[in-house]
């Protein structure tokens, strides 16, 4: 297993082609934009070897016997599941932003059980082949990019019918070496700091749809790679250190374009090539394999905002007024709501044909549900609380000025007994941890709410509903909603 540094040392081998504002960052490793993604994807690393959180962070490869680190897990039983859930609450508390590494677990564990399906159904090779690529990064504790959202094009058009053949990952090529792909992959989060992407289908699929149908892993540096670096709001402050607000780990992952011009993939890393009929359930599992993180990270993070709230309501001199506690109540309560749900859907979670641990679906999807709404709410008592300075606090170069630095610490002072600079640095913190990217990240990170909405009507068993109000309603049979 690598330790933080090991990883952050094998990145430097990399020639991970990555562009901002036109220009190619060079080295990745050190550069202000990406470093505090690394840093949290670090920590991934780095409880493996923290004898606080070894046993959730460790656990024992199935395939080899051996101590593996977690991110490179398939799960064996609910208690891989709730162990999953309870990691990534703790280290979203020491990061208090994404540490990106769970995209490719829950990639890894969803081919995992779909090859395994498809072998037993059409007689493939494909688990075997998964099989041996997990070997290969549970032997390198490897960073792997979970690759599903392609850029989509018309939303109302499937993947062979947009204008541009290329809105989805396609086929264009295959012989008796490998296949050759092309297309894009949008939002890639923690892309630019991973070894390998294992790409994935980003939906249901129809027979016409054949080509779109891929599953594969290449490393991030392939020849015809190249990343697009995100924005995010107020990135250039990540070359300045207290107005970044959380200099060492940033807001959210990191997120890119990738884009696959001619990408040759070898036979020995396609998971799926064509075989269009089991998209859909790719895609439901690996959905649901995320959502269930949410009330884990997300409840980690918001761990954070509320210490910061209770931080500043006390720097302000505001903390002992009753409103502020029972906001602060209802923060916990939000976020405690959050994790009871990851923790629900672990717990009623089940055993899937290929011996891999699946988390309830209709509950994981509730998870992520309730953080499109919580974390709005959340983050709003915390904005409630902090005070409107939170958007108007001058820089960190204009604090540590020589005239000016003066006045702002006098005039931006709270309660006597703090410095202003812990007043400025937790609003700060807060402005970063409640701000734009971060929200958009809890609306539409592992799917956007609709996406969920679906599920659930999927999942919710409406009929049954139906016939039980139907039964004590006194409804005879014979009449029953179809
Ligand atoms: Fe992991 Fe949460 Fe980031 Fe997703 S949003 S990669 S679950 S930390
Ligand atoms: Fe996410």
Redesign the pocket.
Known sequence: MKTGQEYIESLKDLKTEVYFETAKIEPLVGHPLLQPHINAAAVTYDFAHDPLYEDLATTTSHLTGKKINRFTHIHQNKDDLVKKVKL?RLI?QQTGS??????GFDALNAVYSTTFDMDQKLGTDYHKRLVDYLLYVQENDLMIAGAMTDPKGDRGLGPSEQADPDLFVRIVEKNDKGIIIRGAKAHM??MVNSHEMLIMPTGAMKDADKDYAVACAIPVDAPGIIHIFGRQTNDKRKFDEMDQGNTKYGIV?GECLTVLEDVFVPWNRVFMCGEYEFAGSLVERFATL?RQ??GG??AGVSDVVTGATAAIAEYNGAAKASHIKDKLVEMIHLTETLYCCSIACSQEGGKLASGAYYPNALLGNVVKQNVTRYIYEIDRICQDIAGGFIATLPSEKDFNDEKLGGYIKKYFAGKADYPTEHRYRMARLIENMTGGTALV?SMH??GSPQAQRIMLLRSGNLLHKVKLAQKLAGITTDNLVK
């Open positions: 990534l979203a994404c540490f990106q590494r769970c995209v989060t923690g992952g995320h993180n949410y990270c997300k990240e990170g592992a």
